[in-house]
Each structure stands twice: as structure tokens, then as C-alpha cells.
């Protein structure tokens, strides 16, 4: 069953540049992963700075790879953390209807 994290990131005034450079690294990297389903980026139309990650992976298992991939601890721990005034990750699975 599809594993979802929803991301919303705030990035600080002046950090814009960086850390779009870091998303879109991020992009290439975790779509080549082989339990990644799908990794979309946005940017907000009305808030600057403000961005919105829509993240699904085969299951859980996969999505724990990816958090403990090394590009995931050299990009998003060991810059993003320090790049954005708030962070959100909000994780989900497929509700099945018959």
C-alpha cells in the first residue's frame, strides 16, 4: 500500500536560491530511488519562501530507505535543517474503499 509524506518547508529570507538548488538535487536523486513512487516539488504562489513536497513510495519500507539514504543526511539534515525557519512532515497511507 502507497506510503505519503506531505512536506511543507518556510525558507529563511535569502535562502531561497539554495535551497531550490537542494530540491531539485533532491528530485533526481529520490525519483531514481526504486521504491519511490513519485517526489513533486511547489512553490507557493502567495507566500515567498514557502514550499510543498508530495512525496509517495511503495510502502513504508522504502520510505524508510529514503530517510536514511546518505544524500537524504547530507542535503536535507545537513543543510535544509539550517536553510528554513519551519519544517512539517505529515505521513500517510492509502485508505482502500471497496
Do not use: K, N
Not at 500500500?1 to 506531505?6: G, H, I, L
Not at 531539485?24 to 513519485?38: D, H, I, S, Y
Not at 543526511?73 to 519544517?87: K, Q, T
Request: charge should be negative; aromatic fraction near 14%.
Amino acid at each position: 500500500m502507497p506510503y505519503v509524506a506531505a512536506v511543507t518547508w518556510q525558507a529563511t529570507t535569502g535562502t531561497e536560491q539554495r535551497v531550490e538548488e537542494i530540491l531539485a538535487e533532491m528530485a533526481v536523486l529520490t525519483r531514481a530511488e526504486p521504491g519511490c513512487l513519485m517526489y513533486e516539488v511547489h512553490r507557493s504562489v502567495d507566500r515567498p519562501g514557502a514550499y510543498f513536497l508530495y512525496e509517495q513510495f511503495v510502502d513504508e519500507a522504502a520510505f524508510i530507505l529514503h530517510v536514511g539514504s546518505d544524500f537524504y543526511a547530507r542535503l536535507i539534515l545537513g543543510e535544509v535543517v539550517g536553510l528554513v525557519d519551519h519544517r512539517d512532515r505529515f505521513l500517510y497511507t492509502t485508505v482502500a474503499f471497496a
